[in-house]
């Protein structure tokens, strides 16, 4: 069964301090990994997109890292925010299977000031 | 970037009644569009995957004759929640994309469309 388990379910850190959420996946065949910020009462917004020969990807503050093999895939955050404190998905999307994505249970990060 | 809208953002019906909700590529053509739905505290969950001009494919669990799905151009598609019940009231999100079917990074979201029915 396709199943992606992410941790802390929840975190909470101060302004400016760093954090890492993790996500292990048990999703075949494999396209590629996403992680998405979703806002209370808003869509999902892609942060990064790695393919499985990729090992890492940063935009801005965020950086992914991807593990093929052990199906590991981790999101640090650099130098929190307070606009930061949002749910973050991780999500593989299944190979030929039409662009359908599993999600995550997501981590609710909350940065305090 | 993409942009893909949703219509209406919140709505609150009474029970029984049908619901319409919109998802619309603003800048782009969208071949396949994706319907999810959330409970609070829950992820994202498939609803159905509609391709323009044919028939939805829906998730499991999912009825296909309460949640009707029509896809009738590359840019427009709408969700209605026929017969609404309390329980259907949800955090509804659409998706689309705008590559090649199965296409891996060209999934925008919708900013989604609370429904609350009483």
């Known amino acids: 069964k396709n199943q992606v388990e992410q941790s802390p379910q929840s975190l909470i850190i101060l302004e400016g301090k760093n954090c890492t959420l993790q996500c292990n996946y048990t999703v075949s065949p494999f396209s590629n990994l996403r992680w998405y910020k979703q806002d209370t009462g808003r869509g999902p917004v892609s942060l990064t997109i790695?393919?499985?020969?990729?090992n890492t990807k940063s935009n801005g503050r965020y950086t992914a890292t991807l593990d093929a093999d052990t199906k590991q895939s981790s999101l640090h955050i650099t130098a929190s925010q307070l606009s930061d404190s949002a749910s973050y998905i991780c999500?593989?999307?299944?190979?030929?299977?039409?662009?359908?994505?599993?999600f995550g249970q997501g981590t609710e990060l909350s940065v305090k000031p | 970037g993409a942009v893909v809208s949703q219509h209406p953002s919140r709505v609150i019906c009474k029970s029984g009644t049908s619901v319409k909700i919109e998802c619309r590529s603003l800048?782009?053509?969208?071949?396949?569009m994706f319907w999810y739905r959330q409970f609070p505290k829950q992820s994202l969950m498939l609803m159905a995957t509609s391709n323009e001009g044919s028939k939805a494919t829906y998730e499991q669990g999912v009825e296909k004759d309460k949640f009707l799905i029509n896809h009738a151009s590359l840019t427009l598609s709408t969700l209605t929640v026929t017969s609404a019940h309390p329980e259907d009231s949800s955090f509804y999100i659409c998706?689309?994309?705008?590559?090649?079917?199965?296409?891996?990074?060209?999934?925008?979201f919708g900013p989604g469309t609370r429904l609350t029915v009483l």
């Open positions: 999500v593989p999307l299944l190979r030929d299977q039409g662009g359908k994505l599993i």
């Open positions: 800048d782009f053509q969208a071949t396949t």
């Open positions: 790695m393919t499985f020969s990729e």
């Open positions: 998706s689309a994309d705008g590559g090649k079917r199965g296409a891996t990074d060209t999934q925008y």
